[in-house]
């Protein structure tokens, strides 16, 4: 639960910093939602609607969360590249943070934690990150980051705006900075 959560706040944090502070070469590099080279990717569920619900970004934030920290612990497993391991491990620290924030948001709005489980989209992308062959699991797991981030920092930015709950507004709004120098990081990464 703690983890689901962290994961959560993670991507509430991270998510609204990205889209209110990424650089134009950031932004305008991002790929339309749900496109890549053929392989799962995150779903277009995750683009923001004109008006946000905490029933729609609690759920949403919490397994893109979860899927950030796992799929950064199996980077840590798996990688070879003293760069993506040192990411990794800041993802899983950062995402873990949030997670928890997010659990102490909302016990405060008194809404319940969602489950501590990928949605099914994004467990499609686990899955195929980890059956990815070695020499394509870097490549891999930092496009399924970049994805990831893009999402969240246009979820976070739309819910901060827009949202219907003040703490968790609140919450995107600080979580944002997070999330966008995530993006940043792993745009980097995704052009060496």
Avoid: C, W
């Avoid at 995150?42 to 799929?71: D, G, K, Q, W």
């Avoid at 950062?94 to 948001?105: P, T």
């Avoid at 930015?157 to 966008?180: I, S």
Wanted: glycine residues 2%; aromatic residues 6%.
């Amino acid at each position: 639960m703690i983890r689901f959560v962290s994961a959560f706040v993670s991507a509430l944090v991270l998510v609204p910093a990205a889209v209110t502070s990424a650089p134009a070469e950031a932004q305008s590099t991002t790929p339309p939602a749900g496109t890549t080279s053929g392989k799962p990717s995150r779903s277009t569920a995750m683009a923001p609607a004109a008006a946000l619900t905490a029933s729609r970004l609690v759920p949403t934030a919490a397994s893109s969360n979860l899927f950030e920290i796992e799929s950064s612990q199996l980077a840590l497993q798996r990688s070879h590249s003293p760069k993506i391991k040192d990411f990794a491990q800041h993802m899983v620290a950062d995402h873990s943070l949030a997670a928890s924030k997010m659990k102490l948001a909302l016990s405060q709005a008194n809404i319940p934690a969602p489950p501590d489980k990928l949605n099914a989209n994004d467990q499609k992308i686990f899955d195929n990150l980890k059956t990815a062959q070695d020499a394509a699991f870097d490549k891999t797991y930092i496009e399924a980051q970049y994805n990831a981030h893009v999402e969240a920092v246009n979820l976070f930015k739309a819910y901060a705006q827009d949202g219907d709950n003040p703490r968790l507004k609140a919450l995107a709004a600080d979580l944002l900075p997070t999330l966008q120098g995530h993006l940043d990081q792993v745009s980097k990464l995704r052009s060496s």
